[in-house]
């Protein structure tokens, strides 16, 4: 027996059996006696994240593996010796970004301490505030096959009063998973202040640069959709002036001099910035919050450069000297909380083709998060690529253009008879018709007076019927009135209506007569089926497929009747549910249409990259 056991044991030590993939430890920073830092592993995506919950509770370091070789990404990572100049990491900056005055009273120092008044009395405030300078305490930590997680915080106390007449409850939660550091700052108003709390929030994260040894730092690019910059007066202050500034085109760091700090402002969708170098290692950093302000709002502050080997594009939610300008601030009422979450993800080249993926053919790669192809009666493909916004148009291999600027996060699209296109939008949460004119309409945002949680998914029938899948992400900082996720139906005369409530709708496709619907449970990994009458009404419910290979996303069906499912690859059934096959990709299908002339090759957003494969089934188009 004991044999067996031994034996079963270095069996699973050899397939790797029982490794978790997601671990939390605890290291020095550097050398021995070096602050403590919290280190978040992800072994299967090769990312490490580093906390220092003595020093600010600060992301102290973000590394990940490229081309086999572990890269550092933060400037001064896990460095806590004593030395003059820019700290970097990625430290917090709370209650206020910047430097504050009393208006007219200009500081010797662009960042040096600052005060300001409320209810008459004065109080002293440090540049970018005082969470950065205070040890936080570790509340929680975990690991399991969903992520790696620390939970750090702050609290009020004699010593932030002098600073901050507010009590409060400051909690950064730091999560590793798939590759990604998400980082929600949660404030948090004790119930027994007596007026709302006021603020502003940014991150004072720094990257080194170049990335990868042997990049020459001026070649490295910044990409960031801001539409305004921030003038400084010539103090060095913002001044409440402003310019048309964006870097929606990727420029060269080599191009423009950002030893004085650049405040971004005037984002039309979620804000983000792409810091990438040219060998192919490119980090994303975005935010986002449970409430918005109105503009101009800085929400990335550019500063550093080739000279001085980093450049931070600091997340920002506020501006400098806001506490005495009044705007722009969170207001937080006695008792309420708000979450402000900031993301960090590192891509490097999309993977390479495989033997597996036989005939597959990488059409263009380097997006953010490509879905919702559509292919044009006109001879192109448009697509979404959803964290960047934007919808593009290809005509040809590696030549992407843009069909449509600041979407809203615009996830799933389709088109009608007429050639409009349909779009269901993540951050706008509602589906839009963009006209002939580029006009846009809505088509639903809200129902039964309640708004839309998150539409995912649309498909057109030739009559005019549209139907559409509006899931309610649990990751997601919005409030969602419905409490529910659903599929609905919205009549030419735009009249809504509830077809079905459901786990986690996703797809939607028709059959080429109309009278069937496919939606895709993500959750359940299954796609149901509904019976649509001439009015377009849905009615039987039923399991089409059940235990699909992955989570079922989107979903198109072959003028056979054949269904093409975005899966863990593409799945292939006949009409009546039985598999056929699997086509295999180098990155997962988020979605896929068939396109050119013949309606005889599959078009497959997946990641970062869309690819094309030719299938023997001909396509079917609903316009």
């Known amino acids: 027996m004991r044999r067996l056991v031994v034996f079963a044991l270095c069996l699973a030590a050899n397939f790797g059996f029982g490794q978790q993939r997601y671990t939390v430890s605890d290291e020095d920073a550097a050398a021995p006696g070096s602050p403590r830092v919290v280190v978040l592993r992800d072994t299967v995506a090769g990312a490490e994240?580093?906390?220092?919950?003595?020093?600010?509770?600060?992301?102290?370091?973000?590394?990940?593996?490229?081309?086999?070789?572990?890269?550092?990404?933060?400037?001064?990572?896990?460095d806590y010796s004593s030395s003059k100049g820019f700290q970097g990491k990625g430290p917090l900056l709370w209650p206020a970004v910047g430097v504050q005055f009393p208006l007219g009273n200009f500081p010797k120092s662009t960042c040096g301490d600052g005060s300001y008044s409320l209810d008459d009395k004065t109080y002293s405030m440090p540049c970018h505030g005082f969470a950065k300078s205070l040890p936080w305490q570790e509340v929680s930590r975990s690991a399991d096959n969903q992520g790696a997680r620390v939970t750090v915080e702050l609290r009020d106390s004699d010593r932030t009063r002098q600073y901050y007449p507010f009590g409060f409850h400051l909690d950064a939660t730091y999560t590793l998973a798939g590759g990604q550091l998400t980082i929600d700052y949660a404030v948090n108003a004790d119930p027994a202040n007596t007026r709302a709390m006021i603020f502003s929030i940014g991150n004072h994260i720094a990257f080194k640069i170049p990335f990868v040894p042997g990049t020459d730092p001026a070649n490295m690019t910044l990409e960031t959709p801001s539409t305004i910059q921030m003038l400084r007066n010539p103090q060095g202050f913002v001044s409440g002036e402003e310019k048309p500034r964006s870097f929606e085109s990727p420029e060269r760091l080599g191009e423009f001099d950002a030893h004085v700090a650049i405040p971004l402002a005037g984002y039309r969708s979620q804000p983000y910035a792409v810091l990438k170098d040219p060998q192919g290692l490119s980090v994303r950093v975005s935010q986002q919050s449970t409430s918005d302000l109105p503009e101009p709002i800085v929400r990335f502050n550019v500063y550093g450069g080739p000279q001085v080997g980093y450049l931070s594009p600091e997340p920002w939610f506020g501006m400098t000297n806001s506490l005495n300008l009044g705007k722009p601030l969170v207001t937080l009422p006695a008792?309420?909380?708000?979450?402000?979450?900031?993301?960090?993800?590192a891509n490097g080249p999309a993977p390479s083709l495989s033997a597996q993926a036989a005939g597959v053919e990488r059409f263009g790669s380097d997006f953010g998060?490509?879905?919702?192809?559509?292919?044009?009666?006109?001879?192109?493909?448009?697509?979404?690529?959803?964290?960047?916004?934007?919808?593009?148009?290809?005509?040809?291999?590696?030549?992407?253009?843009?069909?449509?600027?600041?979407?809203?996060?615009?996830?799933?699209?389709?088109?009608?008879?007429?050639?409009?296109?349909?779009?269901?939008?993540?951050?706008?949460?509602?589906?839009?018709?963009?006209?002939?004119?580029?006009?846009?309409?809505?088509?639903a945002s809200e129902f039964e007076g309640k708004r839309l949680n998150d539409p995912n998914d649309v498909v057109v029938r030739r009559d005019g019927q549209v139907?559409?899948?509006?899931?309610?992400?649990?990751?997601?900082?919005?409030?969602?009135?419905?409490?529910?996720?659903?599929?609905?139906?919205?009549?030419?005369?735009?009249?809504?209506?509830l077809i079905t409530k459901m786990t986690r709708p996703n797809g939607v496709a028709l059959t080429p007569d109309g009278r069937t619907l496919y939606v895709a449970d993500t959750t359940e990994r299954k796609i149901m089926a509904y019976d649509l009458d001439a009015e377009g009404n849905a009615s039987r419910e039923r399991v089409f497929i059940s235990g699909i290979d992955g989570g079922p996303d989107g979903l198109r069906v072959a003028a056979n009747g054949n269904v093409y499912i975005a899966c863990r690859g593409i799945a292939i059934f006949t009409r009546a549910g039985k598999f056929i096959r699997m086509i295999e990709f180098p990155e997962t299908p988020a979605n896929c249409t068939f396109g050119d002339r013949d309606l005889k090759t599959l078009y497959v957003t997946a990641r970062t990259s869309v690819y094309r494969v030719r299938i023997p089934d001909k396509g079917f188009l609903q316009y």
Not at 335 to 345: C, E, T
């Open 49 to 78: 994240a580093a906390i220092a919950p003595s020093e600010g509770g600060e992301l102290s370091s973000f590394r990940i593996k490229f081309k086999d070789q572990w890269i550092e990404l933060l400037y001064h990572a896990r």
């Open 335 to 345: 008792g309420d909380s708000w979450v402000w979450r900031v993301q960090l993800k």
């Open 369 to 443: 998060y490509v879905e919702g192809p559509v292919w044009s009666r006109q001879g192109f493909l448009i697509f979404s690529d959803m964290f960047d916004s934007r919808i593009m148009k290809m005509t040809k291999a590696d030549h992407a253009e843009i069909y449509r600027d600041y979407t809203n996060g615009a996830n799933g699209n389709s088109m009608d008879v007429e050639g409009r296109l349909y779009s269901c939008e993540r951050d706008g949460r509602r589906v839009v018709r963009m006209e002939k004119d580029g006009r846009l309409t809505t088509i």
């Open 467 to 497: 139907y559409f899948t509006d899931p309610a992400p649990k990751d997601s900082l919005q409030h969602f009135e419905l409490g529910y996720s659903g599929v609905y139906h919205v009549t030419p005369q735009g009249t809504i209506s």
